[in-house]
């Protein structure tokens, strides 16, 4: 346990994204911890205020090249870098470091699937090995012992907030899972894409991916480690949409019924599971989840709902992408890893309208 007084020294890699600049607006407000260093790559050399002027003002480091970052005068990294890198870029690390990936770059445990997914062998396949998932409802106790924790990509996050209490419970098929899912355009990072300029994401709703995206196997995984089966066993269906919103995620799953289980029994379970949970919300019986309830926080709000079908529910779970979904789960992690008070920094509630 840390004692109050003293400051956890952290650096953000891929500053200039959004993650890192959520990162580093939550952090701001964080009592045991400074901000020792920023890295970009394109913006490597500029000021704070000159990548994003919401955060000059506030004392931060210029951005610097992740070749020259100062490691040793840090306790943790927070890694905002694109899928690939931050394997390459840790590797060399000192091994003292804590390091809090945000990338996908340590999620995925077995080899070949990690290969047919991201298209390349994985770069540093020991420190794969010493990665913990970081779901941290989930796993909390395990990324408390960990130094390097691969926080889940922000569509499993939501997937696996709903899901997973219910099928560990057996209250619901884990062979029939279909989940749709719909993100802010943040979600896709602050390069220059052509699906998220205003012109062609404004005024339209686009499924992409469809049935083939890289989350489905992360969280098959998840779920198959939970059960203790193989990630064969269980079977995904998997559809993202882009919608012309900067922020937040919102996912819905058709899901079948365990024999003689009811909606009722999916509610008491996740009252049970997530009763006291700081950032995971059970809505009352009817209220719908949207994304404009979770907006700016670390929150989830979830929903189960009968459908029309007998035997078959809709379950519906919101988050921040950038917040529960990345950065603020990184934090979450960090101070689980740090023995901080778990909602240290993130205690803000959701923007609204
Ligand atoms: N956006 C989201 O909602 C979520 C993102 N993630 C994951 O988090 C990671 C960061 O995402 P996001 O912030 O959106 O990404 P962005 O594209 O917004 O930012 C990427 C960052 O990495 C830097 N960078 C790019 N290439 C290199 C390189 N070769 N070496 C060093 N630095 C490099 C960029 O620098 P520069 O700007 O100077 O080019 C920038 O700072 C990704 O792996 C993403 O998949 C996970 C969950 C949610
Ligand atoms: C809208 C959008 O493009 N979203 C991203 C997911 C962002 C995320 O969580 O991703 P990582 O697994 O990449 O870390 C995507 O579908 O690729």
Redesign the pocket.
């Known amino acids: 346990m840390m004692k109050s007084t003293q400051k956890i020294r952290a650096g953000i890699?891929?500053?200039?994204?959004?993650?890192?600049a959520e990162a580093m607006r939550l952090l701001l407000r964080h009592p045991n911890t400074e901000i020792c260093f920023l890295?970009?790559?394109?913006?490597?050399g500029q000021p704070v205020h000159d990548v994003y002027p919401h955060l000059g003002g506030y004392g931060l480091p210029d951005m610097i090249s992740?070749d020259t970052a100062p490691w040793d005068d840090v306790d943790v990294v927070f890694c905002?870098?694109?899928?690939g890198?931050t394997q390459e870029i840790i590797a060399s690390l000192p091994k003292t470091l804590k390091v809090i990936d945000?990338?996908?770059d340590f999620r995925i445990e077995d080899p070949a699937t990690y290969e047919e997914w991201y298209g390349h062998e994985h770069f540093a396949p020991d420190l794969q090995s010493e990665a913990v998932y970081g779901l941290t409802e989930i796993n909390r106790d395990e990324i408390g012992n960990a130094r390097l924790v691969a926080c889940p990509?922000?569509y499993p996050t939501a997937v696996l907030l709903a899901l997973m209490p219910l099928t560990s419970a057996g209250l619901i098929d884990s062979n029939d899972l279909v989940i749709d899912a719909k993100s802010g355009t943040?979600?896709a990072?602050?390069?220059l894409k052509q699906i998220t300029l205003f012109s062609e994401a404004g005024e339209g709703l686009s499924p992409y991916s469809i049935a083939s995206h890289r989350h489905a196997p992360e969280i098959e995984q998840e779920i198959a480690k939970s059960l203790r089966v193989p990630a064969a066993d269980i079977r995904v269906n998997f559809v993202p949409h882009l919608v012309p919103m900067s922020r937040g995620e919102l996912i819905t799953g058709h899901v079948r019924l365990s024999s003689g289980k009811s909606v009722d029994d999916l509610r008491a379970e996740y009252a049970s599971v997530y009763g006291d949970e700081p950032f995971v919300r059970l809505l009352p019986k009817g209220a719908v989840p949207q994304t404009q309830m979770v907006r700016g926080s670390n929150n989830c709000v979830l929903n189960v709902f009968e459908d029309r079908i007998p035997g078959r529910a809709t379950i519906i779970a919101a988050i921040d992408?950038?917040v529960k979904?990345?950065s603020g789960q990184a934090v979450q992690n960090m101070n689980v890893m740090f023995g901080l008070e778990e909602t240290t920094a993130l205690e803000q509630a959701p923007l609204f309208p």
């Open positions: 890699l891929g500053a200039s994204g959004y993650t890192g890295t970009a790559d394109r913006k490597a992740v905002g870098l694109p899928h890198t945000l990338s996908a990509g922000c943040t979600g990072g602050r390069g992408n950038l979904g990345s």
